[in-house]
């Protein structure tokens, strides 16, 4: 567990350790403000127990009232149901995914509260601070959202970012670092073109830190922008596919 920021009863808390080696390892993320949460991509049944007990040493039982999914993988949703059943929180998930969701066993007591976010993203108000739901298509699902927090000027990032890997959780030298991450974007991210959409949106924001859904965190703005300079020129997806593939014999 990791304390991102606490100050002026807004708290932000990183979990990182709830999986086990054979799971691709995930982050998660609570922001609380003034006593109200919202929960940020919380993964699968594996992870739900543990993710659970602690978040209900932090939070009162009725200050969970938002839960974020940022696209539809399994690391991310695959335990919506155990949350909303015990929970009366709204579940905010891209309108492409939906109808997919309920593949993973929402019960239709609580399908209600999964609210769709529309392509063009919203504001979701938790406690007193207006958080941005910001596009972040094909990065690297069809539908996807990051989440800024204008509070502690914190992008959460999804899989853009994400590393595996690494021995740290909190990014020293960028550019030691960039093993961990290239590999992953240029097989996960469609292409260079979407990549350079959402930096021209997110340009728009006052960016101290990246959080992504997977490895470490990169603070301050010179990690932040050493990212996006590296990202914006990669070549990545439908980028670097060959012309055709071979059948196989």
């Not at 543990?50 to 009232?65: C, Q, R, T, W, Y």
């Not at 335990?79 to 579940?91: D, F, I, K, R, S």
């Not at 300079?229 to 070549?235: D, H, K, T, V």
């Given at each position: 567990m990791l304390n991102l920021y606490s100050e002026n009863n807004h708290e932000i808390v990183l979990f990182h350790d709830f999986g086990t080696e054979a799971?691709?390892?995930?982050?998660?993320?609570v922001i609380i403000n003034?006593?109200?949460?919202?929960?940020?991509?919380p993964g699968g049944h594996k992870v739900y127990a543990?993710?659970?007990?602690?978040?209900?040493?932090?939070?009162?039982?009725?200050?969970?009232?938002h839960i974020f999914f940022s696209h539809q993988d399994p690391d991310i949703i695959a335990?919506?149901?155990?949350?909303?059943?015990?929970?009366?929180?709204?579940?905010y998930l891209p309108s492409l995914w939906t109808r997919f969701i309920t593949h993973f066993g929402v019960d239709k007591f609580a399908v209600h509260r999964i609210l769709p976010i529309p392509d063009e993203g919203q504001t979701i108000k938790v406690g007193e601070v207006d958080l941005k739901v910001i596009p972040a298509h094909f990065l690297h699902s069809a539908g996807n959202f990051h989440v800024y927090d204008p509070v502690s000027k914190t992008l959460f990032?999804?899989?853009?970012?994400?590393?595996?890997?690494?021995?740290?959780?909190?990014?020293?030298?960028?550019?030691?670092?960039?093993?961990?991450?290239e590999g992953f974007h240029k097989r996960y991210m469609?292409?260079?073109?979407?990549?350079?959409?959402?930096?021209?949106?997110?340009?728009?924001?006052?960016?101290?830190?990246?959080?992504?859904?997977?490895?470490?965190i990169?603070?301050?703005?010179?990690?932040?922008?050493?990212?996006?300079?590296?990202?914006?020129?990669?070549?990545?997806?439908?980028?670097?596919?060959?012309?055709?593939?071979?059948?196989?014999e």
């Open positions: 799971m691709v390892q995930a982050n998660q993320v003034n006593g109200e949460a919202m929960l940020l991509d543990p993710l659970f007990a602690e978040l209900s040493s932090m939070v009162k039982p009725n200050g969970l009232k335990a919506a149901n155990g949350w909303l059943m015990v929970t009366e929180a709204n579940a990032s999804g899989d853009m970012g994400a590393s595996l890997g690494m021995p740290y959780m909190e990014v020293q030298d960028f550019d030691a670092h960039i093993q961990y991450m469609a292409s260079n073109r979407a990549i350079r959409i959402w930096i021209k949106t997110i340009e728009k924001l006052d960016i101290e830190n990246i959080v992504p859904q997977h490895g470490a990169m603070k301050g703005r010179e990690n932040s922008r050493k990212f996006l300079n590296w990202i914006a020129s990669l070549q990545c997806g439908t980028d670097i596919m060959p012309d055709s593939w071979d059948i196989p």
